[in-house]
């Protein structure tokens, strides 16, 4: 069985759809089982539309949705044919009268909690996943849509929950094992799932991505493909880079480095269930299927470079955290720390001197309470509008004077926080936020303008790959 993800973009309208038909195919006698995401823009749209309806905008709330309608009818109208269009046609209606029922009642109170969020952001993978069945459908495949709600088991932190994985398994069994045995090809809603009493849940922005590993390590898939709309993943953020370069082969645990700080091509949370049952994750071009994008596995393939990729991750805060009595004292930094834990408000780089503590986080909501919680054993100073750089390749181990030709090609920019894990396998650092780009490009030219052709591939900006 393989499975295949479809993110945004490669469904986003009849055209890309069309697309993502005949990639099916070629996979039809791998039993394929796929996950798709809401049509590109879609989620940001219903969180502004959800958004409006919480501040009373009940009129701006409907004509977001009005507008989501007719964009889903138009692309529902392309792909089917007249008779089968006017059947998903009240599909689609009553699917876009119940949100618009949700809205109003969001409206009416005039108060948008986050788990009625989730229910409105749930509509982006629940038509789409309808949407991409049909017209598979239409096009002779065998396809059966499943509502992953049925089987995705989460908690109830609504916006970001956490599957439980036994739960879930069990329910992939019963729902999508018999379709996939019986030569049907199940197509399911990423992002989203429901808690054990089916309240809707989502998994966290971009989470499709996760719900493709969830559904891959549940069922022991031979492969995750995860299908985008560039080459791979590449060297850095092409978005940042135009040289930036496709990484043909990269380890899990690279690759779980690089999309934790900010490589945005996967969600973090992706590699977990691969790596346990090392399932080979692919990403893929869904505009350029030819191409073998990169293959992500428990080794990757030894290269000469020391990286293989920078990433940024941006709107960091950081936190510097000064005792005011117990200076190094035993217990300091436990206390510290379970200040943060009961925030639930992670810290991603930590960095201590004898009388202070410096850390980094990726929420500043919640500082100000943080804050107000540590008073009795520090003094508190938060500064936002901050990133962290990582640079990640398995060779760093090993590799003298990493670390100087690093802050070398960085020359005389400002760097705030720098951090080299235990895990050698990141070196990571703080910089201000509009540094970035700046400090990526000079990187990149230092570290990949010359590349090992086994393990990087050609340099292709996704602009050119659509032309
Ligand atoms: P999807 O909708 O298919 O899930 P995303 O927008 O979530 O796609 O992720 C793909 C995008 O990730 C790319 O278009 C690119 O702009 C961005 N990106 C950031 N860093 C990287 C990287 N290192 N490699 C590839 N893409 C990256
Ligand atoms: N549609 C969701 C989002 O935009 C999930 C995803 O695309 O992965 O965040
Ligand atoms: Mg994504």
Same mark, same amino acid.
């Given at each position: 069985?393989?499975v ?25 006698t791998?039993?394929?089982v ?21 501040? =009373? ?9 009005l ?21 998903? +046609? =009240? ?39 309808l ?24 908690? =109830? ?54 719900t ?8 022991t ?22 040289t ?22 996967? +969600? ?47 709107r ?13 004292? +035993? ?34 909501? =919640?500082?100000?309470?943080i ?27 090993g ?36 540094d ?28 050119l790959?659509?032309r």
């Open positions: 069985m393989v295949m993800k479809f993110g945004g973009t490669s469904v986003e309208d009849a055209r890309a759809i069309t697309r993502v038909e005949e990639i099916i195919r070629t996979r039809s791998e039993k394929p796929v996950v798709v995401s809401a049509m590109a823009k879609v989620t940001d749209q219903l969180l502004a539309a959800a958004n409006a309806a919480g501040s =009373s905008a009940r009129e701006k709330s409907l004509e977001i949705s507008a989501l309608r007719e964009r889903h009818f138009n692309a529902a109208s392309e792909l089917l044919g007249t008779g089968v269009f006017s059947e998903f +046609h =009240s599909v689609l209606e009553t699917e876009f009268n119940s949100l618009d029922d949700l809205l109003r009642g969001i409206a009416a109170v005039g108060e948008l909690t986050s788990r009625t969020l989730d229910n409105v952001v749930s509509y982006g993978e629940r038509i789409s996943s949407m991409v069945t049909e017209a598979l459908r239409e096009r002779g495949l065998p396809a059966t849509h499943v509502d992953s709600r049925q089987c995705i088991i989460t908690d =109830s932190s609504f916006g970001q929950a956490a599957p439980f994985f036994t739960d879930t398994e069990l329910k992939l069994k019963e729902h999508v094992l018999p379709l996939v045995n019986k030569g049907r090809i199940p197509i399911m809603g990423g992002f989203i799932g429901s808690t054990r009493d089916g309240v809707t849940t989502t998994l966290g922005r971009g989470g499709s991505d996760y493709a590993a969830i559904v891959g390590g549940g069922l898939a031979a492969r995750i493909e995860i299908w985008t709309d560039v080459d791979g993943m590449m060297t850095t953020d092409p978005n940042i880079c135009a930036a370069r496709r990484i043909k082969s990269i380890s899990f645990s690279e690759a779980a480095e690089l999309a934790y700080f900010g490589a945005k091509v996967l +969600h973090p949370a992706t590699l977990l269930p691969a790596m346990q049952k090392e399932i080979p994750v692919l990403v893929l071009n869904s505009r350029n299927p030819k191409n073998d994008g990169t293959r992500i596995t428990a080794q990757g393939k030894p290269s000469k470079n020391i990286f293989k990729a920078i990433a940024a991750k941006k960091i805060t950081i936190v510097d955290v000064k005792s005011t009595r117990m200076l190094m004292a +035993h217990g300091f930094l436990r206390s510290i720390f379970e200040v943060f834990d009961r925030h639930k408000c992670p810290v991603d780089m930590v960095s201590t001197s004898e009388v202070s503590v410096s850390l980094t986080v990726d929420t500043v909501g =919640s500082i100000p309470a804050a107000a919680d540590l008073q009795s054993l520090a003094d508190v100073k938060y500064e936002g509008r901050k990133a962290i750089v990582c640079l990640v390749g398995d060779n760093i181990r590799t003298p004077g990493v670390a100087a030709r690093v802050f070398g090609a960085l020359g005389e920019m400002n760097v705030r926080m720098i951090s080299q894990g235990a895990s050698e396998i990141n070196i990571g650092f703080v910089i201000e936020e509009d970035v780009p700046e400090a990526v490009l000079r990187l990149h030219k230092a570290f990949f303008t010359e590349v090992d052709s086994e393990v990087f591939g050609e340099a292709l900006h996704k602009e790959v659509r």
